[in-house]
């Protein structure tokens, strides 16, 4: 079965940098489109970047230019590195599966295995 695992968030004041990890495990089909989300408290969770099975990518117009969603097929990881972060970047991540055909950064329901998230801190 999917299993996603989620590593790297943590404190850091702002404009510093941060890079998340998901190694991810039972993507036995192609095809898939792979996410990353937040949510903070009291907040809906949120879209933040995606990239689909062939490497395309797509950002949220909130972190566009800041952020930057790779994956490395070799390491069964997908990786976020975030630069220049704001306080507001505050939340916990999720890294995110589907394979609902369509890969979109907003589309919560394209997306059936998640992970368990990470906090991400930033002050």
């Known amino acids: 079965h999917v299993q996603l695992v989620e590593s790297g968030g943590g404190s850091v004041q702002a404009g510093g940098s941060l890079r998340l990890s998901c190694e991810f495990s039972g993507l036995t089909y192609s095809g898939y489109c792979m996410g990353w989300f937040r949510q903070a408290p009291e907040k809906e969770r949120e879209g933040v970047a995606a990239i689909d099975y062939d490497g395309d990518t797509m950002y949220a117009d909130s972190v566009r230019g800041r952020f930057t969603i790779s994956r490395d097929n070799a390491k069964n990881t997908l990786y976020l590195q975030m630069n220049s972060l704001k306080p507001e970047d505050t939340a916990r991540y999720y890294c995110?599966?589907?394979?609902?055909?369509?890969?979109?950064?907003?589309?919560?329901?394209?997306?059936?295995?998640w992970g368990q998230g990470t906090q991400v801190t930033v002050s």
């Open positions: 995110a599966v589907g394979y609902s055909g369509s890969c979109t950064v907003s589309r919560i329901a394209d997306y059936s295995y």
